[in-house]
């Protein structure tokens, strides 16, 4: 029997208390691109061996990341980048989901310089938190 775990505002609030203290957001937000670069990549062999099943479950993965990315960016900011950030990731957001309902591989090698330059920009960025 399988048992049904509730979510306890209280013990989610803990454990992402206790990720940052070990991660910092930095990193994190490094860490989804590098996710995201990956599941863009298992998307594309799918598409190229055909495996339907496989295609929509990484470019589920990798809608579900960027969709973490935005809403994570506070829209409120007066940081000049928040824009450009929403407007990036809304893109990609498009592209992988016409991508998935169009079968239309080409559509993600649109997104790949998008995500390459994005994971190498906040990686260099964790780094130099890090320090």
């Not at 598409?47 to 929509?56: I, L, T």
């Not at 007066?78 to 169009?102: C, H, M, P, Q, V």
Request: hydrophobic letters at 50%; one cysteine or more.
């Amino acid at each position: 029997m399988q048992r049904a775990l509730s979510a306890n505002p209280v013990g989610i609030a803990a454990y992402r208390n206790a990720v940052e203290a070990v991660v910092r957001p930095e990193r994190m937000i490094a860490m989804g691109f590098v996710g995201l670069h990956e599941y863009l990549q298992r998307a594309e062999r799918a598409f190229a061996a055909g495996d339907g099943a496989s295609r929509a479950v990484a470019l589920d993965a990798a809608f579900r990341i960027v969709e973490h990315l935005l809403v994570a960016l506070d829209q409120n900011s007066k940081a000049e980048g928040i824009s450009n950030l929403t407007d990036l990731y809304l893109f990609l957001l498009d592209r992988i989901s016409r991508a998935n309902i169009f079968n239309a591989p080409e559509l993600l090698a649109e997104c790949r310089p998008v995500v390459e330059n994005l994971r190498e920009a906040w990686t260099q960025i964790a780094d130099n938190a890090d320090r």
